[in-house]
């Protein structure tokens, strides 16, 4: 079975950074394309960002150009580097195959504030 840790999450000020990571286990990592969610309170599950397996990527538009999705396969490991943060940013932020399987884990809670 599929598991996810999330990490990196935190408070920061408007416009600065963080940089989440995930670390997958009980999949063949290499050939999953991934993703990383967001949920805000209130608010449905939105995908931010997705890389392939090949690595290409894609991005919501509402962060488009703010954040950087990422992925090393020696470590199972995908990134979100997330720059000029906005309180519309506060949320859990999840990792998981894109489309998502039905394994979520603890997610890392991002809160966007002064």
């Known amino acids: 079975q599929m598991q996810l840790v999330e990490s990196g999450g935190g408070l920061v000020q408007p416009g600065g950074s963080l940089r989440l990571s995930c670390v997958a286990s009980?999949?063949?990592?290499?050939?999953?394309?991934l993703g990383w969610y967001r949920q805000a309170p209130g608010k449905q599950r939105e995908l931010v960002a997705s890389?392939?397996?090949?690595?290409?990527?894609n991005y919501a538009d509402s962060v488009k150009d703010r954040v950087t999705i990422s992925r090393d396969n020696a470590k199972n490991t995908v990134y979100l580097q997330m720059n000029s943060l906005k309180p519309e940013d506060t949320a859990v932020y999840h990792c998981n195959t894109a489309p998502y399987a039905n394994s979520w884990g603890q997610g890392a809670q991002v809160t966007v504030s002064s």
């Open positions: 890389i392939t397996s090949g690595g290409s990527t």
């Open positions: 009980g999949l063949t990592f290499i050939f999953h394309d």
